[in-house]
């Protein structure tokens, strides 16, 4: 107890480390970093709960984005029950920033500590390697890439939970480690799809190479217990949690195929993104781009076929020192397994690789062509299964996964060779000092100051009256999560936020001209009083178009200029923050309203 205690302290320490300061300004800022967007959107969304408690609203509908028309939030019928209570039980006794943080360190935390007692379990309760693994698993570049850009898919500590939930199944098979293997997949499949993909893949993934491996030493009908079990136990939760899951399978097998494919589809991906969001040669094998010293070296490979598009999607580096590491144990797997020795280690190491290489064939694109010869890979396959996932290079955090074992496996063996005890403690320290030097990331800090916003919105919230704004450059092509972050500080209706594919941005799209007079009516049936015109997005864009219909706003006979706001920066030079903007103008709409024809 006291050890786990110890781990506990440790994982703790290292998460405020390396999210430094995020733990000092817990109530002001949140982990993200230049490229960020969707965090804010989850800030929106934790506003909007108890904004929505407090008014007696519905928590599925709003129309405080996208006004008139309002958008459904759970549009894609997927609702996980424990995770909805969960954020909007935090979103309730707390705020939308520290109930983002809470989770954010949470799944840090978890993923250490629970990777730890997987590697713990599978190499008889050696401390120091446990949590060299997790250490491996807990703060690898993957892990911070969605912790800063894509919070739903940071809840990868369900994975080791499932893995060592099963295994101790698979050691003896009785009611309490039934209990723990349920409770396991009931909380992997209440949070992000991906993970719920991820983890089942895992799971299958380990129940083909373990069946296949008693079968092999003929003992598959002595373990029939466990595969029942596990089938069984399995199946109820998928019971339990059948009306989560149920609009969602009906409505992939009627809208994948009669919808058009898009970004913003929920069950129809394109599938040119599978080659834009896949891995490439070089995206397991240099580190990331924000890494203070070799980082650089990285960025030059970023947009290359080497490398891949994205900063973000292709951090998968798992470090030279884990690979090496994984290699030693894969030597040692070999020359094992002809000796048959250790057959209960065999196993693992066997799986692990088995994990390790089967992750990563599905993070490649659908197709490898070799000159005339196109090898198909699963992905073209999976994505006529299931057309709503396009990143494949997110099974980056399996193949992360099992390279966490197998180094831990690899450290392992090294220190057999090794009788000395300051040794023994020495080297382990070595090694997970290096690997946390590998997968550093700052300076600069990635965190933001959310605790402030530009003064247009200050003085927004203190004018009277229930009504709505504009924002421009509207965001037509796609939501403007930054207009919907605003709305948490002036709470006024915004026509922004809406869905392509919706009534409302059908009716957007007609109204991203607003040097037209046919706009501010539209504007003004759709209740707007007031338009904010922000200079940089028309200025930062290059386009000439987007500068000179800049300057035709203020001549718009239906807009009367009210008033306007200088640029601002932020209060610390080291540390981003949402206050900064370039200069806003107000107007309001005086024009008549005019009811457009509104396609569905």
Request: glycine share 4%; aromatic share 18%; proline share 6%.
């Amino acid at each position: 107890m006291k050890n786990r205690l110890i781990v506990l302290l440790i994982f703790f320490v290292l998460t405020a480390i390396f999210t430094f300061p995020l733990l000092l300004k817990f109530n002001t800022h949140i982990p993200a970093f230049y490229s960020t967007d969707e965090p804010f959107g989850s800030l929106w969304n934790y506003w909007r709960i108890v904004y929505s408690w407090c008014n007696k609203m519905s928590l599925s509908y709003t129309d405080s984005v996208a006004y008139p028309f309002g958008l459904n939030v759970f549009r894609s019928k997927y609702i996980p029950y424990i995770y909805v209570f969960y954020y909007s039980f935090l979103s309730i006794i707390t705020s939308p920033v520290v109930a983002y943080n809470i989770q954010m360190i949470l799944n840090i935390l978890l993923s250490g500590i629970f990777m730890y007692l997987l590697v713990s379990y599978l190499l008889l309760d050696n401390p120091l390697l446990a949590l060299f693994s997790g250490m491996i698993f807990a703060f690898c570049p993957y892990q911070f890439a969605r912790i800063w850009q894509h919070p739903g898919l940071t809840y990868n500590q369900w994975f080791p939970l499932v893995l060592f939930s099963v295994l101790l199944l698979k050691e003896k098979t009785e009611k309490s480690k039934i209990i723990f293997f349920m409770f396991s997949l009931l909380f992997l499949y209440s949070f992000d799809l991906h993970i719920s993909f991820f983890g089942s893949f895992v799971l299958i993934l380990f129940l083909i190479y373990s069946s296949i491996y008693d079968w092999r030493k003929k003992a598959l009908k002595e373990n029939i217990r466990f595969y029942k079990t596990v089938v069984i136990s399995w199946s109820i939760v998928l019971l339990l949690l059948f009306f989560q899951h149920c609009p969602l399978i009906k409505n992939s097998f009627l809208f994948s195929s009669t919808t058009a494919p898009s970004a913003f589809n929920p069950y129809h991906r394109p599938f040119e993104d599978l080659f834009q969001q896949s891995a490439r040669p070089l995206s397991y094998f240099l580190p990331a781009a924000v890494h203070p010293i070799f980082g650089k070296f990285t960025e030059q490979f970023i947009g290359s076929q080497l490398y891949g598009i994205s900063l973000t999607e292709h951090a998968l580096y798992l470090g030279w020192i884990p690979l090496i590491l994984a290699f030693v144990a894969f030597r040692r797997w070999r020359r094992a397994r002809k000796l048959k020795i250790n057959e209960k280690e065999n196993f693992y190491i066997g799986f692990f690789i088995f994990l390790a290489a089967v992750a990563w064939l599905f993070s490649q694109p659908p197709w490898w062509k070799i000159g005339p010869l196109k090898i198909l890979m699963p992905s073209f396959f999976m994505y006529k299964i299931l057309p709503m996932v396009r990143a494949y290079c997110r099974f980056g955090i399996v193949v992360m996964l099992a390279i966490a074992v197998l180094a831990g496996y690899g450290l392992k063996f090294i220190l057999e060779k090794h009788k000395s005890r300051i040794k023994r403690i020495v080297i382990p320290c070595l090694f997970s000092s290096l690997v946390l030097f590998e997968f550093w990331n700052w300076p600069p800090f990635k965190v933001i100051d959310v605790s402030r916003v530009p003064q247009v919105y200050y003085w927004l919230k203190e004018k009277p009256g229930d009504f709505a704004i504009a924002e421009y450059p509207l965001d037509a092509d796609s939501p403007n999560e930054m207009y919907k972050f605003y709305q948490t500080k002036h709470e006024k209706k915004i026509i922004n936020g809406s869905i392509p594919g919706t009534p409302a941005n059908n009716l957007a799209k007609t109204i991203t001209k607003l040097s037209e007079l046919y706009t501010t009516k539209i504007l003004k049936w759709m209740g707007v009083k007031y338009v904010l015109v922000h200079h940089d997005g028309y200025l930062q864009t290059e386009l000439t178009e987007d500068r000179e219909e800049l300057k035709k706003i203020s001549i718009n006979k239906g807009l009367k200029f009210v008033i306007s706001f200088t640029a601002e920066e932020c209060p610390q030079k080291d540390i981003m923050c949402t206050k900064k903007s370039g200069p806003i103008d107000v107007y309001e709409i005086v024009s008549g309203p005019i009811k457009p024809e509104v396609k569905d």
